[in-house]
Nanobody, 121 residues
Framework: QVQLVESGGGLVQAGGSLRLSCAAS?????MGWFRQAPGKEREFVCS????????AYADAVKGRFTISRDNGKKSVYLQMNSLKLEDTAVYYC?????????????????WGQGTQVTVSS
């Protein structure tokens, strides 16, 4: 069982930046970030492979968000730049027992509790 703890959420103005962190209690393979806005389904944001050699992004965040990981610290990060109002959501860190880039919730086995990101005008 792997526990994931997110941090770094908060309130930011449109155009600003935030960096989310996710600390894992054990070894992880593919990791990802998802988000869920009120009244909407949880959606894929980005994914990174076990060694960080490959990444994938949703079209809505491509060019603005960057996922990275530090396996020595058992952590994954999400750097979010040029934030938009529509980025407001609860952001979830997820870890999979599988390898390869994974873009659906069904590919992940462990989830964090979520951290709120609110972008204001």
């Amino acid at each position: 069982q792997v526990q994931l703890v997110e941090s770094g959420g908060g309130l930011v103005q449109a155009g600003g930046s935030l960096r989310l962190s996710c600390a894992a209690s054990g070894r992880t393979f593919t990791m990802g970030w998802f988000r869920q806005a009120p009244g909407k389904e949880r959606e894929f944001v980005c994914s990174i492979t076990a060694r960080g050699s490959s990444t994938a992004y949703a079209d809505a965040v491509k060019g603005r968000f960057t996922i990275s990981r530090d396996n020595g610290k058992k952590s994954v990060y999400l750097q979010m730049n040029s934030l938009k109002l529509e980025d407001t959501a609860v952001y979830y860190c997820a870890a999979s027992k599988l390898m390869g880039l994974l873009t659906t919730t069904s590919g992940y086995d462990y989830w964090g509790q979520g951290t709120q990101v609110t972008v204001s005008s």
